[in-house]
């Protein structure tokens, strides 16, 4: 419907109906609702507990082993052979102990944050990677509807539809295009040449698509049209895997030149829960100098990450699109 509104005379390929029924699919799951939010949250909430944990493990392996040592020293003095080398045995296994006693706490401390970062690099349980897979599909169709919702729309609706909802969904899919290569097979080990190749042909793609749109205000009609028609070749492309040809050499060859000057989107999801963290272990800090009740300071804790997970996170302005945005998806 949206294509025939648009004039694009192309029939949806079946790639894109096979990729949007799999992500419809996977996003009627019901585990779905619940694990969409669960890697950031947790990696948040957890961030200051975590902190207070490897805080002191420094201090305590350093006093362990000090204390250890200075034993050692004690008991090998003026023994025999054989007590000597029993005692070194139980040194040694305490040692041992010792250092996967301080692996397991260091483990628990940040075995959420690394879940949470290696979600958002999309790196998935397979119950998710299936949706996180095509969701670019499904974002480029609602970009579609949107171009054939604003060539109907005429005078002040056109320019409402445009500015308010194409640019900022155009917008938001560039991050997803750029790292179309990670999402369509997340679990697959990509070379370090190929690797530049993909990433250099996904800002050829978002800088086409910007270009596509430079008519915008002279031949509104044609630039959505064009712009329709490109989406509808990186939908197929993607649907078919062909991350490193979402567009035909032909569409990106005359705009080489421009990447000079192309500031490419980027995908912050990592850089925000970072910051998120950071912040929450600095609000950590502060409550641990208040010398708070041992009760209230668990309570503090979360309400530091909420705060925090609430200045980082605030943006976009709808809810539902903020929780998609938080959650990676």
């Known amino acids: 419907m949206a294509l025939r509104q648009l004039e694009v005379n192309r029939s949806v390929p079946p790639p894109v109906r096979r990729a949007l029924q799999a992500w419809h699919e996977a996003d009627a799951k019901p585990q779905f609702m619940l694990t969409r939010f669960l890697p950031t949250i947790i990696a948040v909430t957890w961030s200051g507990p975590a902190a207070v944990m490897i805080r002191g493990l420094p201090f305590r392996?350093?006093?362990?082993?000090?204390?250890l040592h200075a034993s050692a020293v004690k008991e090998f003095d003026g023994t025999s052979v054989w007590a000597w080398g029993f005692n070194f045995f139980a040194v040694f296994m305490f040692a041992l102990m010792?250092?996967?006693?301080?692996?397991?706490?260091?483990?628990?401390?940040?075995?959420?944050?690394?879940?949470?970062?290696?979600?958002?690099?999309?790196?998935?349980?397979?119950?998710?990677?299936e949706r996180r897979r095509y969701h670019l599909v499904q974002m480029l169709s609602g970009v579609i509807r949107v171009c054939a919702e604003s060539r109907e729309a005429q005078g002040e609706a056109r320019t409402a539809l445009l500015e308010q909802?194409?640019?900022?969904?155009?917008?938001?899919?560039?991050?997803?295009?750029l790292r179309a290569h990670l999402t369509r097979r997340p679990y697959s080990v990509i070379p370090t040449h190929r690797r530049h190749a993909l990433k250099k042909h996904g800002r050829l793609v978002v800088a086409r698509l910007r270009k596509a749109l430079d008519s915008i205000d002279h031949d509104p009609d044609g630039a959505l049209k064009e712009l329709a028609g490109l989406l509808l070749t990186v939908q197929a492309r993607y649907g078919e895997g062909r991350t490193g040809a979402l567009l035909d050499r032909e569409d990106t060859r005359d705009i080489a030149d421009e990447l000079k000057e192309f500031e490419p989107a980027q995908s912050r999801e990592v850089l925000r829960l970072v910051v998120a963290s950071v912040l929450t272990v600095g609000g950590v800090v502060g409550i641990a100098q208040l010398d708070l009740p041992d009760m209230a300071e668990g309570p503090a804790v979360l309400l530091v990450a909420i705060v925090a997970s609430a200045l980082v996170y605030r943006v976009p302005w709808r809810v539902e699109e903020r929780a998609a945005f938080i959650a990676g998806a």
């Open 98 to 129: 010792l250092f996967f006693m301080g692996a397991l706490t260091a483990a628990i401390a940040l075995g959420p944050i690394a879940w949470a970062y290696l979600t958002l690099r999309d790196v998935v349980p397979a119950d998710l990677a």
């Open 165 to 177: 909802k194409l640019f900022g969904q155009l917008a938001n899919v560039e991050p997803y295009i």
């Open 61 to 67: 392996v350093a006093e362990a082993a000090k204390g």
